[in-house]
C-alpha cells in the first residue's frame, strides 16, 4: 500500500497495521489512516527544565496560592493533538486519553512546528495518538478539509505543597500550566489558622485558669504564657504568608 506524502507529492509506501511512516524523498512523518495520509508535526520545546518552578510559582500565586511548594519529579511527555480546518474554522481535539481534563479545551497548537522526526525527540516518551480521525469527525460533526496530527511538548510536574503531593502539566512552548486539582486557596488557609490558633488560645488559658488558685497566681501565669503563645501564633502566621 502507498500514500501520498501532503508535503512533496512523493509516494510512501506504508503497512496497513501501521499508524505512522516517514516519506524517503523529503523525511516527512505522516499518520497513515484507513483512507489517507495527513501530516504529522511537532512542536518544539522551549522552556527548559530550570524554568518550570518559576512558572509553577507564578501560576500559583496568580490563583492565589502560596509560592512555597517542592519540585518531587520532572518528566517530560508529547502528547497528540488532531488539528482540523474547516473553510476558515480550525479545530484543536486531545488525540489520547488525558491525564489532565484541562487539555481538552488547550489551545496550544502554536510554535515551531516541524515535520515529525523520531530522532528529534530523543528518549522523550512520545504518546500514539488513540483517537481515530474518523470516529472524531463522526463525533465532532465536521468535514475537514485540512487535518494535522501535531505532537506537543509538555513537562510533567510532581510538587509537594503543605506535605501533599500535586500534579500539573506545563506546556512547554509558551510555559501554560494546566491541572484539575490544586492546593486549598489563600483563605482557606487563613481560616484554618485561626482556627488552630484560638484552639491553642483557648486550650492553653483553661488549663491557666484552672491551675491558678488565687488572682495574683493567675495573673502571673497568664504573663508567663503570653510570649511563649506569642511566637507560637507568630511561627504560625509566618508558614501561612512564606
Known sequence: MEVKCTQCGGNVPVQLEQGLATCPYCGSSLFVSIREGYL???????????????VLRTYLQRLERRSSFTIKRTSMVFWPFWQTQEGEELGTFIAATHPITSLEDADILSGDARPFLQS???DVWVEPPSERLEELIERQGIAPTKVWLVHCPFWAVNYEYDGITYEVWVDAVRGKAFADELPPTFEKQKDRLYAMAALVIFGVFFLLGVAGSGSIVALLLYAAASIPLYFVVKKMIEGVMS
Open 120 to 122: 528529534e525527540t530523543g
Open 40 to 54: 504529522h508535526y511537532l512542536l518544539k520545546p522551549m522552556l527548559p527544565e530550570r524554568d518550570i518552578e518559576k
